[in-house]
């Protein structure tokens, strides 16, 4: 398992671009299972995830081809209909082809995707959406089957105990769009993603208004047809990017940066003292040029994070980290997934004063960190121990650096390329469990991996 070695203490410059989004990437791909025709997808990111949603397309019998940054999917063989356990549980969000293939096959037999690093995730809302539309559903063998003849337009509430779900939005609304009759959303997820996926459907021939709002209506029709797509700019790794300029009390222009989908965001960045400010003229919120630079002395603040427009759970980690380096105490609430703190004792071996409650956590501002040999067992929970190594006294080692590889698109060069000293530390350069930072000589050697 690759390790990333970090020089802390480099101030961030330079310019960079924001990639295609990985959550809107992964329901628009499973939705080119909802026609035969070809799907064309541009500016989708280079990350194992992606890479695993298109194996498990190619297994549902569709052509997938990638060059460069345009993948293109064709639907050859509808006979197949299993999201085998092997994939599911590599990647949570295979569960995105549930609908399309249930929509389109009359059944689909997806691997019941477990709990993860951060605590339980269940499905019931994709099932009782998929339930309210007519589909007959059975769980036999850890597997989910679900069947139906056609789809039937309802009315469905997917309001659950923490919010609405974005992937249960995404799978009921690309059900929908196949069904007989009209479907309405009640409490749908307004998540950024979900409009992007409405998008991609209405270019395909779906009738779906709405998106983007806690109500969607579907208008069911006989077939979708091919369509061309430009995936929206990555939300999460454009706010990842502004935090550690923040951390670095750098000079970061940033292109690409959906700043209307980051309102919470930078709203919160810059009470801290990190300023977010639009440099170009584009007319598109969405997707334009910031530059993000910081104020000597950092300030604490208190967030809760919510389903959006709120603050995103998905940065919540990576703020934390911003704001150890603060002067005074901040409050984190976590409201998405109240267990999602795996960062907490990770950062805390870096010097970071960290108090738990429950779903809240006081961080009293330090000084600085140090850094340390750290690991996680999620994306964002590893990003944020990046960021913090980026800005710790000393060498930080991110050891299990596939949790990145899923999320962020060689996150280390990107890093290099604004003045990080960041370095990969490849499987081969580990012995042992203990990843070799430096040339592999007797005395000279280890940085553990504790
Ligand atoms: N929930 C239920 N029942 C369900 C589904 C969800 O109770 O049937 C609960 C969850 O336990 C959670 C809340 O509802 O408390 C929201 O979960 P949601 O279903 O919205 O999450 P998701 O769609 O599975 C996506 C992102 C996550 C992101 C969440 C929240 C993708 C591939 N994943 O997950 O991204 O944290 O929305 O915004 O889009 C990440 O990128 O690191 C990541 C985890």
Known sequence: MDAFSIHGGKRLTGSISVDGSKNAS?????????TNETVTFDCVPELSDIENMGKLLAELGCDVSRDDKTVTVTTVDESKSHARYDIVRTMRASVC?????????????????????????????????????????????????????RLRGATIFLGGPFGSTVLGTANIMSAATLAEGRTIIESAACEPEITD??????????????????????????????????????????????????????????????????????????????????TDSSQDPRSCTVQVISDRHLKPVMFTTQPFPGFPTDLQAQTMALLCLSRGNSIITEKIYPERFMHVPELSRMGAKLVRQGATVIVQGVDHLVGAPVMASDLRASASLVLAGLAAEGETTVSRVYHLDRGYASMEKTLASLGADITRITDDAIVDGLPIVETVTPKKLIQTNS
């Open 197 to 278: 996926l409405a998008i991609l459907l209405n270019a395909m021939g779906a009738k779906i208004s709405g998106a983007g709002t806690p109500r969607i209506t579907i208008d069911g029709v006989e077939e979708l047809g091919s369509a061309k797509h430009t995936v929206m700019p990555d939300r999460i790794v454009a706010g990842t990017w502004a935090i550690a300029a923040g951390m670095t009390n750098g000079d970061v222009t940033i292109e690409r940066f959906p700043l209307d989908h980051l309102l919470a965001v930078t709203d919160v960045l810059s009470t801290v003292g990190v300023h977010v400010q639009q």
């Open 26 to 34: 992964l329901p628009l791909l499973a939705a080119s299972l909802l």
């Open 97 to 149: 082809v549930l609908g399309p293939l249930l929509a389109r096959r009359g059944e689909v037999r997806v691997s019941m995707p477990g709990g993860c690093a951060f605590g339980d995730r269940p499905i019931d809302l994709h099932l009782r959406g998929l339930e309210a539309l007519g589909a007959k559903i059975e769980l036999d063998g850890g597997n989910i089957i679900a069947k139906a003849d």
